[in-house]
């Protein structure tokens, strides 16, 4: 089935006459999610509940079945859940992403953004059994990059074969950048906050004698 990096899905469909207000409207309610995703991410600085709120407000804005956030380990060879929307529980333990025998994983973590339509029969899928249980079908994939280092990938799913437009695929990677500004934010301020620690121990040891 088709499938690669979207630039191979050719222009998005066209406007329809008479139906300039909706796509306005439609643009109009992703700048919403894309700002109450910068609103989620300076309201905290816990990775955990900052990427599932994420994981929440695209599958709202993009109408989708579900939505996941995978993180690479620190060895790079496997991808961690770290937040998921309309998943269950049966899918979510499946068993582990294996960045080698995941074809999808491995162009978005070369900077790809890559569209699958059929998930279920798709040979780069790693789970296409798991896939038709799940009732998933097409799959929007997009990197997470902090600096040029993909740290993990965003993932839109839906139960429909579909083909997204390309402002859908403009606002998942901008939550993408969005995401990994979050992540590089928190690990920052928890370095930051366990060097004060070690700062302020070191100096009541010195004030100690």
């Known amino acids: 089935m088709p499938r690669g990096h979207v630039a191979g ?3 998005p469909s066209q406007k329809k006459p008479g139906k300039g207000d909706v ?5 109009k309610d992703y700048f919403t999610a894309l700002y109450e995703v ?4 300076n309201a905290s600085l816990e990775p955990s509940e900052v990427l599932e709120q994420i994981a929440h407000c695209v599958t709202e804005a993009m109408d989708v079945k579900a939505c996941s956030i995978r993180l690479l380990d620190a060895r790079g060879k496997r991808l ?3 937040a998921s929307q309309g998943l269950s529980k049966g899918y979510l333990h499946k068993g582990p992403v294996l960045v080698k025998e995941s074809g999808i994983d491995r162009g978005a973590l070369g900077g790809k953004t890559i569209w699958i339509q059929d998930a279920q029969s798709d040979r780069d899928f790693q789970y296409t059994a798991e896939a038709k249980k799940e009732k998933i079908r097409s799959i929007l994939v ?7 280092k993909a740290i993990g990938v965003l993932r839109a799913y839906t139960k429909d074969e579909r083909k997204f437009e390309k402002q859908e695929i403009r606002f998942l990677e901008a939550v993408a950048n969005l995401s990994a500004i979050a992540l590089d934010n928190a690990r920052l301020y928890n370095a930051l906050k366990t060097n004060f620690e070690l700062l302020v121990e070191h100096k009541y040891r010195i004030d100690d004698n």
Request: glycine share 14%; no cysteine.
């Open 80 to 82: 961690l859940m770290g």
């Open 38 to 41: 910068a609103r989620v991410i």
């Open 23 to 27: 796509m306005t409207i439609k643009e």
């Open 142 to 148: 997009v990197p997470l990059v902090v600096g040029k």
């Open 9 to 11: 899905m050719g222009a």
